[in-house]
Nanobody
Framework: QVQLVESGGGLVQPGGSLRLSCAASGSTFSINTMGWYRQAPGKQRELVATISRGGVTYYADSAKGRFTISRENAKNKVYLQMNSLKPEDPAFYFC?????????WGQGTQVTVSS
């Protein structure tokens, strides 16, 4: 079992930045890829970015050039640096990790973009 706790969400003005963090605990030795999803009200949950244990990254088109995913394997943490936030970015952002046998979700952290 792996437990995930996100932090770093909040209210930011358009064009602003936020850094989301996700800390994993439990059977962390089995974690492979880590990632972030988001879900806005009335919409499906969508992938934002992933990062492999070796640091290979993937970004959704909506995140390319603005968001940066990173991880600290020794601390079992993954981060999402979000810059140039837009009015279409508000959502609950969820940490997600994959192990060889399972996948786990965090509880989500809310990001609001408003002037």
């Amino acid at each position: 079992q792996v437990q995930l706790v996100e932090s770093g969400g909040g209210l930011v003005q358009p064009g602003g930045s936020l850094r989301l963090s996700c800390a994993a605990s439990g059977s962390t030795f089995s974690i492979n890829t880590m990632g972030w999803y988001r879900q806005a009200p009335g919409k499906q949950r969508e992938l934002v970015a992933t990062i492999s244990r070796g640091g290979v990254t993937y970004y959704a088109d909506s995140a390319k050039g603005r968001f940066t995913i990173s991880r600290e394997n020794a601390k079992n943490k993954v981060y999402l640096q979000m810059n140039s936030l837009k009015p279409e970015d508000p959502a609950f952002y969820f940490c997600h990790i994959w192990t060889p046998l399972d996948a786990y979700w965090g509880q989500g952290t809310q990001v609001t973009v408003s002037s």
